[in-house]
């Protein structure tokens, strides 16, 4: 599995829109969109991008826990934390894309 850095996503978006638009545009709009993801969820809010998903904030409680090397309990705060689940339609679209490009790869593999 390849990862795909922020300047590479921009490179393959540009080709996608035919290069109406430019690399440093698209990097904008991600640092833009991390932005406002994050406010919202500070603020407690749930973002839900159709087609894509959902960002939500998860609290975890605090809680005390013990470390058995040094025989003590260290406190652990409350945090926040970023959760994302990913929408119905493109795990859906990604699922049929993954079982064309099987059923293509078997076709090839038949001739």
């Known amino acids: 599995m390849k990862k ?21 545009e698209f990097l904008d709009m991600f640092d833009l969109f991390a932005i406002a ?3 919202e969820v500070l603020n407690g809010n749930s973002v839900q991008i159709f087609g894509l998903g959902t960002f939500y904030p998860q609290k975890t409680k605090a809680y005390r826990q013990y470390l058995g090397i040094h025989k003590s309990y260290v406190d652990i705060p409350e945090s926040l934390a970023v959760k994302f689940t990913a929408g119905k339609a493109i795990k859906d679209r990604i699922k049929d894309a993954a079982k064309s490009k099987k ?3 078997k076709q090839k593999d038949l001739t």
């Open 4 to 24: 795909i850095t922020n300047r590479e996503l921009a490179r393959i978006m540009k080709v996608l829109s035919d290069n109406q638009y430019k690399i440093p």
């Open 37 to 39: 993801i994050e406010r």
């Open 103 to 105: 059923t293509e790869s």
